[in-house]
């Protein structure tokens, strides 16, 4: 009698061959395949101390070269602490940074572009993080600050900034509540405001978390 042969499934593979495989795939074909099934992109990291406010990935994580940041600021000491960590690391490297940030105020969401995380608040300051040399600069370019910080009509859990990276230029977006979202564009050391036609077509899908 004979045996019957079992249907191969990815999920026999070895974790090793897994990752190579992982590695491979565009970071939107890595997403979907992360999603098929979660024991394909389990990566382990040592346990972070610090209780960071934000954190972001420079590529996915099953890359060698992977660099994942974590950043708090402490308006009270004027210091803003970061950590970094790469896949098969032991443990987190921590520095403190001198800056300035007032409290509360609306912050956006980390982006990585070559081989540089950036951030940018409300304020209209922009910083930038430069993980091979553990430096941490702000930008000086034109302020930009958020045309709705003053809407007293909005309370502040209404509003958001939204930093975006897309193929090398960085764009940053202000929302309101239901007022029209606005979108400017770093050109050099200039914000410009752009428009449906001088954006030409290019949609952002962004997550705004809403605290009541």
């Given amino acids: 009698m004979c045996k019957k042969i ?20 565009a970071l939107k074909d890595n997403i ?13 990291l040592p346990k972070c101390e610090l209780a960071f406010e934000h954190i972001a990935f420079s590529c996915p994580p099953t890359s060698d070269d992977c660099v994942l940041l974590a950043i708090k600021f402490v ?14 690391a032991t443990e987190w490297v921590t520095d403190d940074f001198p800056t300035f940030i007032r409290p509360f105020y609306m912050q956006s969401n980390l982006v990585f572009r070559r081989d540089i995380f950036y951030y940018f608040n409300a304020e209209g300051t922009l910083y930038n993080f430069d993980p091979s040399y553990r430096t941490w600069n702000y930008i000086c370019v034109d302020k930009l600050i958020c045309p709705y910080v003053h809407e007293k009509q909005y309370v502040w859990h209404e509003k958001a900034v939204v930093l975006v990276e897309k193929k090398g230029e960085i764009f940053v977006m202000f929302t309101c509540s239901n007022e029209k979202p606005m979108v400017y564009k770093l050109f050099s050391l200039e914000w410009k405001e752009m428009s449906r ?9 962004v997550i705004i978390t809403v605290f009541s």
């Fill in 6 to 25: 079992m249907n191969p499934s990815y999920t026999d593979l070895p974790s090793s061959l897994i990752e190579v495989i992982m590695s491979h795939l």
């Fill in 32 to 44: 979907r395949a992360s999603a098929a099934c979660k024991l394909w992109d389990i990566i382990s």
């Fill in 75 to 88: 308006p009270a000491d004027n210091l803003v602490t970061v950590s970094t960590c790469n896949p098969g």
């Fill in 197 to 205: 036609t001088t954006l030409d077509g290019l949609t952002f899908f």
